[in-house]
């Protein structure tokens, strides 16, 4: 099938299913920063200690994309997209023993079957929706669909400060202080408020699962990429691709800046020198952070058809830059305000980068996804080592981290994702930079 007969095909109705995959990945995603405060004061967690959770959710992209992208290989996207959103209900349920047994290290083993699931959801969806439709509009395309992810995200914190948060965790001290009796009704109710929402989470993934399953997916295969005209030419290896590899880096430093942000905003604005909020009540202002990312993934999708991605890309990331050392240097509400603005100003970024970087590849289109989705792992990573900063230098100098990655997201938008184009250029490829 050659791509102008792909473009001549109507993908509204798959596209439309798609984002549903998209809007659950990433409520679940965004649930994790709100188990971070939970956990850490559960089970009284250093900064580093409760990264892990991140840590341990992020480390299954590394591990299970190439096991992904062979996998939707063999059997096809829909099937790759169904035993996803299997996989994924199996780690919420395993959420249940985990509460209930009080067990740390049991949450972190849930929250990488989990994490599995999403990597395959990942590594099947986001080159299928690259390729339903023409080449050019893929950045803006999966804007609009990856819009539907950041409503997710939006709509995780506010549940999980109603459900999670809204239990408040009690010291040991406290608890001891407590008659037997009511020991066990608190450690019940504790469990409960982790317990219930993935229990929930479990249900509804599991229908998705039937539900795609039931409907007629087109099939399509990245051989009508190949034959593209803005297809680069082909090489020994997807490795050899400096584009995809830079921007690999750009995915790992961009997933790796937000998964920071986003973990550590809820602690930074119960700081008494920042906001002094609870933490349900600070949980809830966090769901604007990823608010913003949804509203600015519509405005974006839009915009670039318009504008060019990597001018965009640059743009938005040099615009973070200057708002996080305004929060460093301000510090108190400007600091929350700033940070919190941040997530519009992410909105485009992982998409963008993802496009850019899938651009020209061809018959290594598949291939290139999986090394994309290995480079979520900077979600891991990053957090970590934003904590150590943390216990050493202070929450809020500890954010110079994701200021560093936005720099380099600005010479990829900048340079980086036309590192192969001088070699071959092309109308399409142009267009798209």
């Known amino acids: 099938m050659s791509n102008g007969t792909v473009a001549q095909h109507n993908y509204s109705?798959?596209?439309?299913?798609?984002?549903?995959?998209?809007?659950?990945?990433?409520?679940?995603?965004?649930?994790?920063?709100?188990?971070?405060?939970h956990l850490k004061a559960v089970f009284t967690l250093s900064y580093v200690q409760a990264a892990l959770i991140q840590f341990s959710f992020f480390t299954a992209y590394f591990v299970m994309s190439f096991p992904s992208g062979y996998l939707v290989e063999k059997v096809g996207?829909?099937?790759?997209?169904?035993?996803?959103?299997?996989?994924?209900?199996?780690?919420?349920?395993?959420?249940?023993?985990?509460?209930?047994?009080?067990?740390?290290?049991?949450?972190?083993?849930?929250?990488?079957?989990?994490?599995?699931?999403?990597?395959?959801?990942?590594?099947?969806?986001?080159?299928?929706?690259?390729?339903?439709?023409?080449?050019?509009?893929?950045?803006?395309?999966?804007?609009?669909?990856?819009?539907?992810?950041?409503?997710?995200?939006?709509?995780?914190?506010?549940?999980?400060?109603?459900?999670?948060?809204g239990v408040a965790?009690?010291?040991?001290?406290?608890?001891?202080?407590?008659?037997?009796?009511?020991?066990?009704?608190?450690?019940?109710?504790?469990?409960?408020?982790?317990?219930?929402?993935?229990?929930?989470?479990?249900?509804?993934?599991?229908?998705?699962?039937?539900?795609?399953?039931?409907?007629?997916?087109?099939?399509?295969?990245?051989?009508?990429?190949?034959?593209?005209?803005?297809?680069?030419?082909?090489?020994?290896?997807?490795?050899?691709?400096k584009h995809l590899v830079l921007g690999a880096i750009g995915i790992f430093v961009y997933v790796g800046a937000e998964v920071s942000i986003g973990s550590f905003m809820i602690s930074l604005m119960a700081q008494p020198q920042i906001a002094g909020l609870a933490a349900d009540v600070a949980g809830k202002y966090l769901a604007l952070?990823?608010?913003?990312?949804?509203?600015?993934?519509?405005?974006?999708?839009?915009?670039?058809?318009?504008?060019?991605?990597?001018?965009?890309?640059?743009?938005?990331?040099?615009?973070?830059?200057?708002?996080?050392?305004?929060?460093?240097?301000?510090?108190?509400?400007?600091?929350?305000?700033s940070l919190l603005l941040i997530g519009f100003f992410n909105s485009i970024m992982f998409p963008t980068i993802f496009s850019l970087a899938l651009h020209g590849l061809g018959k290594y289109t598949s291939e290139g996804s999986g090394v994309l989705c290995m480079a979520i792992v900077g979600g891991a990573l990053v957090p970590v080592i934003h904590a150590f900063f943390a216990d050493r230098i202070g929450l809020l100098p500890s954010f110079i981290i994701p200021l560093l990655c936005y720099v380099y997201i600005a010479f990829y938008g900048v340079k980086g994702h036309r590192a192969d184009l001088e070699a071959a250029p092309s109308k399409g490829l142009q267009k798209a930079a």
């Not at 439309?16 to 920063?33: E, H, K, P, R, Y």
């Open 169 to 241: 965790v009690k010291s040991s001290t406290e608890i001891a202080a407590l008659s037997p009796t009511d020991q066990l009704a608190y450690a019940a109710s504790e469990a409960a408020s982790v317990q219930h929402p993935y229990l929930i989470l479990a249900g509804l993934l599991g229908l998705l699962a039937v539900a795609i399953g039931l409907f007629k997916l087109p099939k399509i295969q990245e051989t009508h990429q190949a034959e593209a005209v803005d297809a680069l030419p082909a090489k020994h290896s997807v490795w050899a691709y």
């Open 77 to 165: 996207y829909k099937r790759g997209i169904i035993i996803g959103l299997l996989v994924a209900a199996l780690g919420c349920l395993l959420f249940y023993p985990a509460a209930g047994t009080r067990s740390y290290p049991f949450f972190l083993g849930a929250l990488f079957i989990l994490a599995s699931g999403i990597t395959l959801l990942q590594v099947a969806a986001n080159p299928y929706v690259t390729i339903l439709g023409k080449p050019e509009t893929a950045s803006s395309r999966l804007n609009l669909t990856q819009a539907f992810n950041s409503l997710g995200t939006a709509v995780g914190p506010l549940l999980g400060s109603l459900l999670i948060l």
């Open 289 to 337: 952070y990823w608010t913003g990312a949804m509203v600015g993934r519509f405005i974006g999708g839009v915009l670039m058809r318009k504008i060019a991605p990597g001018k965009m890309l640059a743009f938005n990331a040099l615009v973070n830059v200057a708002l996080i050392t305004t929060a460093i240097v301000v510090g108190g509400h400007v600091a929350m305000w």
């Open 13 to 37: 109705k798959p596209l439309t299913v798609l984002t549903s995959l998209f809007f659950m990945w990433g409520l679940i995603t965004s649930l994790n920063d709100i188990l971070i405060p």
